[in-house]
């Protein structure tokens, strides 16, 4: 897999889903309101994913190792994981998906009792 696309994916790919879980559960714990958790998934699924491709086209233009067609494979990829990356370095799949669930479940576990402290502060 080429460097452009596989940065892409597997920066924006985490990243965002991570984020939209954390939001939800952490909307969820502290609103208990649809509205809210449908709106703010909305909301984090367009600005998050601009923000990851504005980042990593900065990151890969300040590194001035790659083409401009290579820094923008890399947008447009983080903009659209596991198991591939694992294919590529050789490394058993069930491990590194293993690995990214474990990171995964403590922002939702993280994010559920932010939210329960907060509807407690403010709701």
Same mark, same amino acid.
């Given at each position: 897999?080429?460097?452009?696309?596989?940065?892409?994916?597997?920066?924006?790919?985490?990243? /965002? =889903?991570?984020?939209?879980? /954390?939001?939800?559960?952490?909307? !969820?714990?502290?609103? !208990?309101?649809?509205?809210?958790?449908? /709106?703010?998934?909305?909301? &984090?699924? &367009?600005?998050?994913?601009?923000?990851?491709?504005?980042?990593?086209?900065?990151?890969?233009?300040?590194?001035?190792?790659?083409?401009?067609?290579? =820094?923008?494979?890399?947008?447009?990829?983080? *903009?659209?994981?596991?198991?591939?990356?694992?294919?590529?370095? !050789?490394? !058993?799949?069930?491990?590194?998906?293993?690995?990214?669930?474990?990171?995964?479940?403590?922002?939702?576990?993280?994010?559920?009792?932010?939210?329960?402290?907060?509807?407690? *502060?403010?709701?």
């Amino acid at each position: 897999m080429k460097h452009s696309i596989k940065v892409g994916f597997s920066f924006g790919l985490a990243s /965002g =889903i991570v984020t939209t879980l /954390g939001l939800m559960v952490g909307l !969820n714990s502290s609103t !208990n309101s649809k509205l809210a958790v449908v /709106g703010g998934i909305l909301t &984090i699924a &367009i600005a998050d994913a601009l923000s990851d491709a504005m980042g990593i086209h900065v990151t890969e233009e300040v590194q001035n190792k790659y083409s401009e067609k290579e =820094i923008w494979e890399s947008t447009f990829t983080t *903009f659209l994981f596991s198991l591939l990356l694992a294919r590529e370095r !050789n490394a !058993n799949p069930s491990k590194v998906i293993a690995e990214h669930l474990l990171i995964t479940g403590f922002v939702v576990i993280g994010a559920h009792y932010i939210g329960q402290t907060i509807s407690l *502060f403010f709701g």
